[in-house]
């Protein structure tokens, strides 16, 4: 069983800056893709941007060029750094992961609020 730990929301001004951590543990042999999902109050769960193994990325249209996501030397980490905030981005935030351990598994964490508002 792999649990992923977040951590790192909070309420920020617009224009402010957030970094965002998960990490996971557990039985861990190899992680294919690390995600951040998040869900505004009403909408639907959206993917925000997601790494590989091999450290290519993707993000959605709304925060590229704002969202970076990078994983952390010991590759089980995962963070996502968000500046220049807007309203629009206050959600709960979800970490999620897939790759290959005992068995196959796909892991969420338990979500971290981020809100931005002045």
């Known amino acids: 069983q792999v649990q992923l730990v977040e951590s790192g929301g909070g309420l920020v001004q617009p224009g402010g800056s957030l970094r965002l951590s998960c990490a996971a543990s557990?039985?861990?042999?190899?992680?294919?893709?690390m995600r951040w999902y998040r869900q505004a109050p009403g909408k639907q769960r959206e993917l925000v941007a997601a790494?590989?193994?091999?450290?290519?990325?993707n993000y959605a249209d709304s925060v590229k060029g704002r969202f970076t996501i990078s994983r952390g030397n010991a590759k089980n980490t995962v963070y996502l750094q968000m500046n220049s905030l807007k309203p629009e981005d206050t959600a709960v935030y979800y970490c999620?992961?897939?790759?290959?351990?005992?068995?196959?598994?796909?892991?969420w964490g338990q979500g971290t609020q981020v809100t931005v508002s002045s």
């Open positions: 790494i590989t193994s091999g450290g290519l990325t």
């Open positions: 557990g039985s861990i042999f190899s992680i294919n893709y």
């Open positions: 999620n992961v897939d790759g290959y351990g005992s068995t196959g598994f796909n892991s």
